[in-house]
């Protein structure tokens, strides 16, 4: 290259057409195909971020060395990992880039005659010849009849032999196309369900408690989409009226279902004022949610995701001023039930901070549905709340709800309790309706069970665009698979006089321009058809009939 | 909804009696493939005895027309059996359906013997057009392994469904899979076949076109139908957890799985690349096993509905 700017430019163009040819290529695609299910497959065996993040993290404690790296390299969140990305962006490029030319061939193709009859007809892998009395146009017009369906010519040869050509199963190739074209499509709108949607997880509390759709704060996790600010979230609120499940003997469950009440943007009204609570506009209107039975509500779902129970606890302080609280314990064991918490009071009526920070109360520890007690151990023997009992420590001091850290809603701030301004006041196992006293007077009392569920909202704008997307992939899939893209010809050549004449030769011959296999009855039924050289033709046997494999 | 223990209990007897009638036809198969062997060994030797009396209508030696025979008898006998068999698996799971008044693959027991009875069915259809029985080994095998592993490890009493997997789409969904499964399966035996024959190591075999072609037409029918399983799955799943699609581990290597077969159909179509798109096969069954056994027992996700442990 002697770097004039014509060689370079020139230099460039072909480096660039290589690099598409190169990406463009069945090889290629193939080991995109290859690196995607590759890259996949860590997305499958590890925890994922997105899945569960107390997976991760447990499997990071567990295997310090690799973990960094694994991190770095983005295998715990594989699915929005940059290269795994890469690997589906550069396999859609390369498919454009194979699908653009294909779809243009296949329009041409769609003009075009069918491909002229071949000189020598025995040399196709199906052929078949006889002689017949019909004249040469006879048995063509007979052919192009019983051709119906597909796409045929016809000419004369100089030799005086009239040919057929015929070609059928053009929608294989455009099922290919179909097949291509919605698998990007169901990756556009996947990606497009995936910026504007969002979803949401909310514990509610059975027997009134209430939620509303109205912002980020209403959730207990809320995951948006990029574009999804939290802002204008479809209105509806949801009552938790009643929550029943039904177990088998051996306690497992039968049935699940949430009796709830609900209100959309209809009841909201579409006034900017809103809706009077309690007008017509307002009313609630019931509904029954279920496993595999979501409410569906305009563009938001709600669905049922989980249950559990709440344990209620009512603490009278010395002063006799008495606090209320049932919050949601989570389930350690998902057949029994037996759940672990913390509930947590602040003393009623002290303002100082400092003084109060000395007299939270927390009780924690566990809570069986139907108790089993193993000496003073308690356990779970059945889900349902047959007979409720806690195994409660009560700890005073320090719940350092105002140290600024965030804390779980299920147990108390071990920091806290280590160094020492978090103290245990006592242990013990109350059933329903007990209590215990502290050393300062204060009562703690068990005194009630409620269920709690949890339920996700789940809004997609999407999604029936990727169904859509995802039937059509199955269509034309069903039709590149299923249609044989296959050729059939006839000549018939009339014997000259000095050969006898009088007669015609007839010779067809057929090929399947994709899988052979299945096209050979197909031929023999046509053949033997044409071969009869009747200018009618019915069912029956021709007089020859060669066949080659 | 009760369970009619009276018919679990035939369901169950009708399952070992089927691993053990499939057991005999494997054995069988196995005869027919040895005796088979012999008979391509035998040509040589009876050439270097003397091919002098070699006539056409009978073979030279005594021995090799009747190993001949006997391969042929043995593998009439192990298709013959692999029938029966087939009705005694069918009995079985139409015993459980009964018993517990659902589909019979609610859990990872049932669906195993499903996809058995799939790929079970798969071959016989296959074996009335194609004259293909000396695969039979390399189908078989991977059946009773697996209906043996589901039977005694994977075991799980007659049970009614959680309420997760009460929806009719148990019947699509779970169906789907079944039948893409079982054809998988046999799709992956004709391709492992083809390996071995054309790397020359068993002339036993049927030809390797034949079990390319084999191969090849399996898939064809299973792609569209495990695509569908999928996209059901994707239906249920926005029913049921909120979303069509989470990347849940089941969902992830069903799609990778999907994506292998989508390499193979590729492969195949690409001239020259017979062997490796047969690799690919074996691949792909590879992965749907992985997805069966890994993914349902040792990965945690949604698809937890194994019942065992």
Redesign the interface.
């Known amino acids: 290259m002697n770097g004039s700017p014509n060689d370079v430019l020139s230099g460039v163009v072909a480096s660039l057409r290589n690099t598409w040819r190169g990406l463009t290529s ?2 290629t ?2 080991i995109l ?2 690196l ?2 590759l890259g ?2 860590p ?3 590890l925890p ?1 971020y ?2 569960n993040a107390a ?1 991760v993290q447990r499997y990071q404690a567990e295997h310090p060395t690799i973990s960094p790296l694994l991190d770095r390299l983005g295998f715990f969140d ?2 929005s990992a940059v290269w795994f990305a890469a690997i589906y962006l550069l396999l859609f490029v390369s498919l454009v880039g194979c699908l653009v030319p294909r779809s243009l061939d296949y329009a041409r193709g769609l003009r075009a005659r069918p491909v002229a009859t071949p000189r020598n007809l025995s040399r196709l892998p199906h052929h078949a010849a006889a002689s017949v009395t019909a004249e040469p146009a006879e048995v063509t017009a007979a052919a192009r009849r019983l051709l119906r369906g597909w796409r045929t010519a016809e000419a004369v040869e100089p030799s005086g032999a009239h040919t057929v050509s015929a070609e059928r199963g053009y929608l294989r190739e455009a099922g290919n196309l179909v097949f291509h074209f919605a698998l990007l499509a169901l990756l556009v709108t ?1 990606a497009v369900g995936k910026l504007y949607g969002y ?1 949401g997880q909310v514990i509610v509390l059975a027997g009134g408690g209430q939620f509303c759709n109205s912002g980020l704060l209403a959730y207990d996790s809320f995951k948006p989409g990029i574009r999804v600010d939290g802002t204008r979230l479809d209105p509806f609120c949801v009552r938790m009226d009643g929550f029943t499940a039904e177990y ?1 003997p051996n306690g ?5 279902q949430a009796d709830i009440g609900y209100q959309d943007a209809a009841a909201f009204g579409a006034g900017p004022a809103g809706a009077t609570v309690g007008g017509a506009a307002g009313a609630w209107r019931a509904a029954t949610l ?5 409410l569906r509500l305009g563009g938001a ?1 709600v ?1 049922l ?1 989980g249950h559990g129970y709440a344990p209620r606890f009512t603490v009278t302080f010395p002063d006799g001023q008495q606090r209320t609280s049932a919050i949601q314990w989570r389930s350690v064991d998902t057949t029994t039930l037996l759940s672990e918490g913390a509930t947590k009071f602040d003393p009623p009526g002290v303002t100082d901070p400092e003084q109060r920070r000395q007299r939270q109360l927390a009780i924690t520890g566990l809570f069986a549905p139907t108790a089993f007690f193993d000496g003073a151990v308690l356990s779970s023997s059945f889900p349902a709340p047959r007979d409720p009992a806690v195994a409660i420590d009560v700890l005073r001091g320090d719940l350092g709800t105002e140290s600024g850290r965030g804390q779980s809603i299920f147990g108390v701030d071990q920091s806290m309790v280590e160094s020492g301004r978090l103290v245990r006041v006592a242990r013990q196992n109350l059933l329903l309706g007990e209590q215990l006293t502290l050393d300062d007077g204060t009562v703690v009392r068990f005194d009630g069970v409620q269920q709690w569920v949890s339920l ?1 909202v ?1 809004h ?1 704008p999407a ?1 029936q665009w ?2 859509l997307s ?2 059509c ?2 269509a034309g ?2 039709a590149s ?1 299923s249609i044989r893209r296959r050729r059939f010809w006839v000549r018939a050549a009339p014997i000259t006089e000095a050969e006898g004449g009088g007669r015609t030769v007839v010779e067809v011959g057929g090929l399947a321009r994709t ?1 052979q ?1 299945g096209y050979g009855e197909e031929f023999t039924r046509l053949a033997a058809l044409v071969l009869r050289g009747d200018p009618e033709p019915s069912r029956g046997r021709p007089a020859a009939l060669a066949r080659k494999e | ?1 009760t369970v009619n223990t009276t018919l679990a209990t035939y369901s169950d007897w009708c399952y070992a009696g089927a691993v053990i009638v499939y057991l005999l036809a494997l054995l069988l198969h196995g005869v027919q493939f040895a005796a088979g062997r012999r008979r391509a060994a035998a040509p040589e030797l009876v050439a270097a005895g003397g091919g002098g009396q070699a006539s056409t209508t009978n073979p030279p030696g005594d021995g090799t027309s009747g190993t001949r025979d006997a391969a042929a008898t043995a593998g009439r006998m192990a298709v013959s059996l692999t029938v029966l068999g087939a009705m005694i698996h069918g009995a079985s799971l139409l015993l459980r359906a009964l018993a517990v008044q659902r589909v019979p693959w609610g859990n990872m027991y049932e669906f195993g013997s499903a996809i058995c009875l799939a790929a079970v069915v798969t071959w016989l259809v296959l074996l009335r057009r194609h004259r293909v029985s000396g695969l039979g080994v390399f189908v078989l095998l991977p059946v009773v392994i697996l209906l043996f592993t589901s039977g005694t490890l994977l075991y799980t009493k007659a ?2 469904l ?3 997997l ?2 009719y ?1 148990i019947a699509i969904h779970v169906f789907a899979a079944v039948i893409a499964s079982g054809v998988l399966l046999v799709a992956g035996a004709a391709s492992v076949g083809y390996l071995m024959r054309t790397s020359g190591r068993a002339e036993r075999l049927p030809a390797a076109d034949v079990l390319d ?1 084999l191969a ?2 399996a898939t ?1 029918v299973a ?2 139908v495990w ?2 399983a999928i ?1 059901a799955g ?3 799943a ?13 969902e ?2 069903a ?2 799985a999907w ?2 077969y ?2 193979y159909l ?2 195949r ?2 001239a020259g690349w017979r062997r490796g798109a047969a690799w690919i096969n074996v691949a792909g069954l590879a ?1 749907m096993i992985f997805n069966l056994f890994f ?1 349902n027992l040792v ?3 949604f698809h937890s509905y194994a019942g065992v442990g």
């Open positions: 069945m090889r695609a193939l195909l290859f995607l299910a996949a497959l997305g499958a065996l994922q997105s899945l997976a594989v699915f996947f979803e088998e497992q469950p039968r049935s699940f279920r496993v595999n039975h979501p779902r669905y995701i996700q789940s997609d999604q990727v169904l995802a039937l992939v199955l899939l069903g698979l899988d296999a | 909804m049970a009614p959680q309420p997760a009460r929806s789409w072609r090849y037409r064809i792609f569209p695509t569908f996209i994707a239906i249920w926005e029913t049921a957890w909120g979303r069509y699609w989470g990347w849940d581990p089941k992830t290597v799609l990778v994506v292998v989508a390499g590729h492969a179509a690409t992965v993914v990965v945690s996700g």
